[in-house]
């Protein structure tokens, strides 16, 4: 499975997801209290995630909580796309996490390569965005509007999904996107109730059936929550279990907070399941390694 990016094609092969980093910049997120308040902080950020083995950074100003109100669209702009064009500066594959097709123009504009639309292509501008620059396009399931809190009930939410996407995959093609540009998200925890969530996480597989790669965002999602009674920040145990079943399940790229545990779980996971020898990253001399030095 492949990804293509206006600059680069990502190789996606099974088994070993590329890694996108959260870099959350507004102030209300739904899952980290971190704020990173100058140009440069943010950017010291981005390059932090990307050392720690991320190969995409998603940056967002808007959160998906649904009781804070949008920022106007133009001040968004104004946060995002000085960090889009730094960080694409230092050749780091940037996503953009937003609906609004004109934030999304000027952030491609400025150097953003992958569109994360997180209104399951509400405004089908955004998929002339995609085809004109040729940047990745995600297409994710929901069936609320941004901001607009909504549990619809489906009699079968796995089979809602795939319709759902196979829809905007048509919708997306016929106004010019190529299919090597999307990447289809589940949309875990959006328009969901947490049992949706998870009924949607054990058929990931189904997903299969739309012959694109898939895009796994639970990170300190609301569902691992409701399972583990664990607040948003203490949920990286239950984060890495549902990444390991999405992954076993063929999520190509896994869209996380938490970077380098991540990173360190899934060079260990491909350890494991590889053959022959293994790569060792420690020194032999270095006894940190072994134990804690004594008191």
Known sequence: MRLQLPRTTLDLPAGEPVVMGILNIGRDSVADSRTFESLEQQVERGLELVAAGAGIIDI????????TAPIP????IDQLCPLVRALADHDVLVSIDTWRADTIAAAVDAGAALINDTSGLLDPAVADIAARTSAGLVLMHTR???KQRNFPTYEDPVGDVLEFLRERITLATERGVAAEQILLDPGLDYAKAPQESIEVLRHLRDLAALER???LAVSRKYFIGMLSGALPEDRLAGTIAALEFGVSLGA???RVHDVAQVAQYLRLRRALHGEGEVDLLGRPDDDRLKWIAPK
């Open 60 to 67: 967002g100003v808007l959160s998906g909580r649904t009781d």
């Open 213 to 215: 790669p898939i895009l």
């Open 252 to 254: 190509q790229i896994v």
């Open 144 to 146: 609320a509007a941004p």
């Open 73 to 76: 669209v133009a001040e968004e």
